[in-house]
């Protein structure tokens, strides 16, 4: 997907500069032109020379530096010969309808992922009974933060908050070792994660927006004390085709 096309419904007007965001998106994607005329780990300059590159403000490249960085074009490289480089190929793990850009441990990570999923089914047992209306409030608050990466068009801060969603579930086991043993693997696949990126199958805004309604059904059910629907909607969570995390 061109990085100057339309982003979970974002809009731009047709020289992309009609607002701040938009002014951001184009220079991203002046960055990113650069970056695909040239070998991975090409250094690109210095972010001053960058900057002057796509004549905009101070503010409005870091914006577009942030949003190269979200989607794993860009490195920022400290020190004498450092600068901006363009980011060396990124392993990738399916994750449903989109993938994760990792910056390493491919195996380890499809194999954490793995692993937490085994588990799940195990933690919404746990909190079907240990749940108090405190923990169901705290799992309601994730929910928010996954509704507001939603309406952001972020599918960065959707998945992060995602992942808290689950370690939230987590922490409400009294099974100290299952507990530990699935926030480790949270950790292991959120630090080796660089971006989230579409899979041309379907519209990544439209698949997010689908996990949202799913984790919120899950905490739903948790509230009610539904046992078949919360297992029910964490099989249909790591199996069915758009399989979330």
Excluded at 6 to 25: C, H, K, L, V
């Amino acid at each position: 997907m061109p990085a100057s096309a339309s982003r979970g419904g974002q809009n731009f007007d047709a020289s992309g500069r009609g607002s701040a965001s938009g002014r951001a998106e184009s220079a991203a994607q002046r960055v990113t032109e650069l970056i695909e005329s040239l070998p991975p780990g090409s250094r690109l300059g210095t972010k001053e020379e960058m900057r002057t590159l796509c004549e905009v403000s101070v503010g409005t490249f870091n914006e577009a530096l942030r949003l190269l960085q979200s989607r794993g074009l860009v490195t920022v490289k400290p020190g004498p010969g450092g600068g901006l480089f363009s980011a060396e190929q990124s392993p990738m793990v399916r994750l449903g309808n989109s993938v994760l850009a990792l910056d390493a441990q491919q195996n380890d990570v499809a194999d954490a992922v793995r692993i937490r999923d085994a588990l799940d089914p195990l933690l919404i047992e746990d909190a079907l009974w240990h749940a108090s209306p405190a923990d169901i409030a705290a799992l309601r608050e994730h929910i928010t933060a996954m509704e507001r990466a939603l309406d952001d068009a972020d599918p960065v801060a959707f998945v992060h908050a995602n992942w808290r969603l689950h370690a939230a579930i987590a922490a409400i086991s009294p099974n100290v070792l299952l507990g530990s043993l699935y926030t480790s693997l949270l950790d292991l696949i959120e630090g080796h994660t660089l971006s989230v990126l579409p899979t041309g199958e379907q519209p990544l805004a439209e698949y997010i927006a689908q996990r949202h309604e799913l984790h919120r059904a899950l905490v739903d059910a948790l509230d009610r004390r539904d046992r078949d629907e919360a297992l029910r909607l964490i099989h249909e969570h790591n199996t069915s085709p758009a399989e979330t995390h």
